[in-house]
């Protein structure tokens, strides 16, 4: 990280420490046992409120973020950030956007978003819903070379799978397909558009969605 980065940073974990001062002031004077600044900071910038101080999500149709791969949410927090920049290149490229978060993304710095990612990505993830055995549904075949045999990706640009709230999961894939069926561009008010996830998505037929976000948010996640 560069030095602007490490200053601001520093700026704050300086500034978070002050608000919650009385809880932290041994920590936040003593610099070999500085806290992560992360905590504090999502909740300072609201992130907590639905997507919980621990990164487990409040509502069904918000994401788990606890234990998610760390590049992964630096792209997509990129992505709703880029959403109302009016950058012409936004057609052509791996998008997203989504009216509330787009807002909270709009005046993130990469700083800002090293933290709170940093922060999530390292939180021990626990299961909301689980079955006894889940079993694969057939479609979930196709998605093991990227997300993992488990739904526990081995590349840090691709998301983990295990573990994440159904309702989102179901919505995610469905968002993928729908931009892919109208087109480039921003059609809605939310939307998705990815170039190696999106053709995914586009082969899934009957019941497919709905039984692999089933599955997929019934598998241990780590
Ligand atoms: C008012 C509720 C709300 C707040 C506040 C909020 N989010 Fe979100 N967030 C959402 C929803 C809803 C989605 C899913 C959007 C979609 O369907 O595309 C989401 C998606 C995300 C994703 C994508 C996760 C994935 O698995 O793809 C990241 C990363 C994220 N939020 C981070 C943050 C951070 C960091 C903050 C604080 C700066 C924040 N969010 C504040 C509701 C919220
Ligand atoms: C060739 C690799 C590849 C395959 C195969 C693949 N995916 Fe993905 N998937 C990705 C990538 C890359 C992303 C991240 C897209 C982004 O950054 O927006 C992703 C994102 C997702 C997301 C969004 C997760 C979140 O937290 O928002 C879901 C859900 C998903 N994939 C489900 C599936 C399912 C189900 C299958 C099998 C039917 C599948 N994928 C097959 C590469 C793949």
Same mark, same amino acid.
Do not use: W
């Given at each position: ?25 041994? /920590?936040?004077?003593?610099? /070999?046992?500085? *806290? @992560?600044?992360?905590? /504090?900071?999502?909740?300072? &910038? ?7 101080? %621990? ?12 234990? $998610? ?18 950058? *012409?290149? %936004? ?44 079993? /694969? @549904? ?6 093991? *070379?990227? &997300? ?10 691709? *998301?983990?799978?295990?573990? $994440? ?27 998705? %558009? &990815?170039?190696?996830?999106? @053709? $995914? ?8 969605? @709905? ?6 948010? &019934?598998?241990?996640?780590?």
């Amino acid at each position: 990280m560069n030095t602007r980065g490490q200053a601001s940073i520093r700026l704050i974990l300086f500034a978070a420490c002050g608000a919650v001062l009385a809880a932290t002031l041994v /920590a936040c004077t003593d610099s /070999a046992s500085e *806290p @992560p600044p992360g905590k /504090a900071v999502v909740e300072t &910038h609201g992130c907590a409120e639905c997507h919980g101080t %621990f990164g487990i999500s409040i509502n069904p149709r918000y994401p788990n973020l606890a234990g $998610q791969k760390k590049d992964y949410l630096v792209n997509q927090l990129r992505s709703f950030r880029q959403a109302d920049s009016g950058d *012409p290149k %936004f057609a052509e490229m791996a998008r997203r956007y989504f009216g509330m978060m787009n807002a909270k993304a709009k005046n993130l710095s990469d700083e800002t978003i090293d933290v709170l990612t940093t922060y999530y990505s390292s939180q021990s993830c626990s299961l909301t819903q689980r079955a006894k055995e889940p079993v /694969a @549904p057939k479609a979930a075949g196709t998605c093991v *070379p990227c &997300h993992g045999t488990d739904g526990i990706s081995a590349d840090s640009e691709i *998301p983990n799978l295990a573990g $994440q709230r159904r309702e989102y999961i179901e919505i995610q894939l469905r968002a993928f397909r729908r931009e892919g069926e109208r087109g480039f561009g921003k059609n809605e008010d939310s939307g998705r %558009f &990815h170039p190696v996830m999106t @053709p $995914q998505a586009m082969k899934l037929q009957g019941t497919d969605i @709905p039984e692999l976000a089933e599955y997929y948010s &019934h598998l241990s996640c780590k």
